[in-house]
């Protein structure tokens, strides 16, 4: 028996990540503003700027979720979860003894407790998270990701796509996975998301597997000339380079939702054939659990309608007692509905009868029903539907 815990702490040790903190002058991306401004604003509208329980109210409600149904207190699921949202934490696990404390209220003064309250990690996924990745491991198992990932710089040094790069304010260094190989640094988070049962509910590194697109020439866009920083280095201006945007749109952005599926309807006979290309190098819908490509079908009769229907492609997820949860706290997952990389979907479905007109409406949503109830979520965001595309035709 004790050879065996005395296994267990050791592979946990072997994984578990170094913290190092991280200096006032570099902690929040205020400090940068003076240099790096645009870039600033441009991270600030991304999700990954609003990864923390205080500014996300899905994360939020779904960490009071998965701390109620499993027992474990609020403060010990933050931890877990901050290994890829909160990855400055100065705390990366909390523990049993934790756990005890937490049950007594004995753990308003823990290590666990200042180290999520500190301002420092308000920011979720910023600068100091991307750019103080010393190095990522390659070869520890899938399943270890976020923080138990990579390793830290020294503070204030930045880790960045140039080798002739100099700062006042920083030192700086050339790191591939800044540049040519910057998938490696999304995978680092990006991939084998996990329930607490160890169902892995998500794997971006998996459904991309083949394709040597670049995740950031979408969600950072093509290189553009422009400035890294406005500090005038260069005879007296700032220096050209050629530079990307830190907007990091993903679903939660109309725009870009829309380049997502293609669409096209065709009849044969009595069956309509509702055909979905995806024209992107990972699953749509894919990202987090719970996600929902709808298909809204209205039949017409001239101007007047005859019939609504609503297809869902989604995902659901059910607890060893088989009763719907969320994807954290899953034992099992229904069958994958998403359309794949590069790939197509026909839906076959029957044409109701007496109709002389179809409209076809593609969209997208956050969130589906059945998690906005379990987590009553309040924000529209969650449940509006993002268009993607819309057809009609005539049925004979
Ligand atoms: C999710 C990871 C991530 C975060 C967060 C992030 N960056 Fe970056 N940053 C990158 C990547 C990747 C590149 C390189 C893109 C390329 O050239 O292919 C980059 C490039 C840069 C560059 C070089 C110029 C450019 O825009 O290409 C600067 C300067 C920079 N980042 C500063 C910042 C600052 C300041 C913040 C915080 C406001 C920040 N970054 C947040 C990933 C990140
Ligand atoms: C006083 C000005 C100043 C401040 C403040 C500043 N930087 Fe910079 N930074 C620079 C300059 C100058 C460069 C080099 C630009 C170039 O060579 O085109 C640079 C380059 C970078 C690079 C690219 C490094 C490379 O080798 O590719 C990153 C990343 C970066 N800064 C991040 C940050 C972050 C994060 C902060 C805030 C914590 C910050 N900087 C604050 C002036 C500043
Ligand atoms: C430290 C972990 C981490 C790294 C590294 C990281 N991300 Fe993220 N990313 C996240 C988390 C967590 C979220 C969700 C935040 C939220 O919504 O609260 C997210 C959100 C996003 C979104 C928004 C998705 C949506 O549904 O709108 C995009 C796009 C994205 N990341 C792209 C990237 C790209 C591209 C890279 C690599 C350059 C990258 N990320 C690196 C953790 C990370
Ligand atoms: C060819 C462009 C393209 C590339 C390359 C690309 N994406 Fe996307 N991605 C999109 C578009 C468009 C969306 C919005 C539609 C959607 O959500 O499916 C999106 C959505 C996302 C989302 C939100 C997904 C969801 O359904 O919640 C995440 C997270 C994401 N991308 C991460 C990545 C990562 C990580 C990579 C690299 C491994 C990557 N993307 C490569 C275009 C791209
Ligand atoms: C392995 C890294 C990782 C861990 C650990 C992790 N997440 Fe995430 N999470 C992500 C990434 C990456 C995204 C972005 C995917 C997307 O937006 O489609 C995300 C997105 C989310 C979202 C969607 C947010 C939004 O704005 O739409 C929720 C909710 C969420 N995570 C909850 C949690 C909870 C609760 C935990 C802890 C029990 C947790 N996550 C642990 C990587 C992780």
Known sequence: MRYFLLCIFGASLLHSATVVKVDKMFAKSSKCKSCHLPIVNEWKNSWHSKSHYKNDEYLRKSIDYVSKKSRKSLNGVKIDC???????????????????????????????????????ISEGINCVVCHNIDKIHKKKPESIRGINRIEWTKSGLMSGPYKDAHSPYHKVQYRDFMSKDSNNLCFVCHANDRSIKKLTFINMKKEFAGSKKLCVECHMGKKKLGVASTLKIDHGKAKKRKIRVHSFKGAHFEDMV???????????????MIILKNKLPHNVPSGFGSREVVIDLVYFSKTKILKKESISLTRHYTDRRKRPTIAHLAKKQSKDMSIKAYSQKVLKVKAFKGANMLKVILSYR???????????????????????????????
């Open 258 to 272: 829309k380049d997502s599926l293609a669409l096209e309807v065709k009849q044969n006979k009595a069956t309509l």
């Open 82 to 120: 901050a290994t890829c949202h909160n990855p400055r934490v100065a705390v990366t696990s909390s523990g049993m003894d934790y756990e005890i404390d937490a049950l007594m209220g004995l753990d308003k003064d823990s290590k666990v407790n200042k180290a999520l309250a500190s301002d420092a």
């Open 366 to 396: 956050l969130v589906n029903d059945e998690v906005r109830d379990l987590l009553k979520l309040q924000d529209p965001i969650w449940s509006q539907k993002m268009p993607i595309s819309h057809t009609t035709i005539k049925l004979n």
